[in-house]
Nanobody, 125 residues
Framework: QVQLVESGGGSVQAGGSLRLSCATS????????MGWFRQAPGKEREGVAA????????WYANSVKGRFTISLDNAKNTLYLQMNSLRPEDTAMYFC??????????????????WGQGTQVTVSS
């Protein structure tokens, strides 16, 4: 069982930055994918960014490209999401997720088996 615990959310003004962390238990796969997703009230959960350990490849939603950076510290078993130039539309609950291998669509929530409980990000204008 993979356990994921997010932290680092909070309230910031537009243009500010936050760094989210996702502490993971040891992932029992040699190659796996981890992602960040977000869900605003009344909206579907959407993929924000993903990283595949097999190649180090990363993917981003168009809405966050150039502003967000996903990274994985294997020594600390921690996934990060550096969020810069935050906008009010980035306000949501942010979740990290993990699964073995490489999902066909890395930004689709249905491709992941393991989820954290989420951390709230609120961006005010």
């Amino acid at each position: 069982q993979v356990q994921l615990v997010e932290s680092g959310g909070g309230s910031v003004q537009a243009g500010g930055s936050l760094r989210l962390s996702c502490a993971t238990s040891r992932v029992p796969y040699s190659r796996y994918t981890m992602g960040w997703f977000r869900q605003a009230p009344g909206k579907e959960r959407e993929g924000v960014a993903a990283i595949y350990t097999g190649t180090g490849s990363t993917w981003y939603a168009n809405s966050v490209k150039g502003r967000f950076t996903i990274s994985l510290d294997n020594a600390k078993n921690t996934l990060y999401l550096q969020m810069n130039s935050l906008r009010p539309e980035d306000t949501a609950m942010y979740f990290c997720a993990a699964d073995s291998g490489l999902p066909a669509d890395v930004l689709r929530a249905g491709g992941y088996s393991y989820w954290g409980q989420g951390t709230q990000v609120t961006v005010s204008s």
